[in-house]
């Protein structure tokens, strides 16, 4: 991890005034914490803040360079980058002070190296998670944990105690955790139709047929409705 990142702050005073009048002039107001400092409220150059506010840099270690003596030097990471909902431009940031003789938590990409045995199998392959939390010193902190799939079967999967950790760094997330997997691709079936017999299809066609079977229980299908007889008055 590089260690060798330099980054121009300066201090500032607290208040959204000042915060605003900041951003007019296009720098972005932060404060640094952490390894027992103060809580320290600077700024630094837009640019430069757009710059490494990404996921390349995640992880990487950058020296403060100020006129204060205090924030001078200091080794950081970015912990937080505030953004405006619109522009996404940043408008804060929070930096977090470490001693790079002390254990840090981060989380780390993983990355799937080989192509799984099982996508020949007719699966797919299926990302569970793709970060993980991690314990080491801050120089130790990977780029990523490889996660290796090649020898991955349909219905099989990688869980965290099945990866080799390098040397100095330590899981946090459960050693169960389940990474990625191969899933079976389920075929579609297509659905049968309601109307699958001929009584059936006479029926939603309103035939005369199926009027008559629906009227008369126990009548053969499609056979005739008998007429009906009218009834005889019985003579007195």
Do not use: W
């Not at 126990?218 to 005739?224: Q, S, Y």
């Amino acid at each position: 991890m590089n260690t060798n990142i330099e980054i121009q702050v300066q201090s500032r005073k607290s208040g959204k005034s000042n915060c605003r009048k900041l951003r007019r002039q296009e720098n972005i107001p932060g404060v640094i914490y952490g390894a027992g400092k103060k809580n320290a409220p600077l700024f630094a150059e837009e640019k430069v803040i757009k710059k490494f506010a990404s996921r390349e840099y995640e992880n990487a270690i950058f020296t403060l360079k100020s006129d204060d003596k205090e924030i001078n030097g200091a080794k950081v990471l970015f912990k937080d980058i505030s953004r405006h909902p619109v522009s996404r431009k940043p408008i804060h940031f929070d930096f977090l002070a470490i001693d790079l003789n002390k254990e840090i938590r981060v989380y780390v990409d993983l990355k799937f190296e080989g192509k799984a045995i099982g996508l020949t199998e007719g699966g797919l392959l299926e990302a569970i998670v793709r970060q993980i939390e991690i314990a080491c010193l801050p120089t130790k902190i990977p780029e990523f944990i490889a996660v290796d799939v090649s020898n991955l079967h349909v219905g099989q999967t990688v869980h965290l105690k099945d990866v080799t950790l390098p040397d100095g760094v330590r899981a946090i997330s459960s050693s169960d955790l389940a990474l990625v997997t191969v899933t079976v691709v389920e075929e579609e079936v297509a659905a049968t139709p309601a109307a699958a017999t001929p009584d059936a299809a006479a029926a939603a066609a309103g035939t005369p047929a199926a009027a008559g079977a629906a009227a008369t229980p126990g009548a053969a299908p499609g056979a005739t409705p008998a007429a009906a007889t009218p009834a005889k008055t019985e003579k007195k």
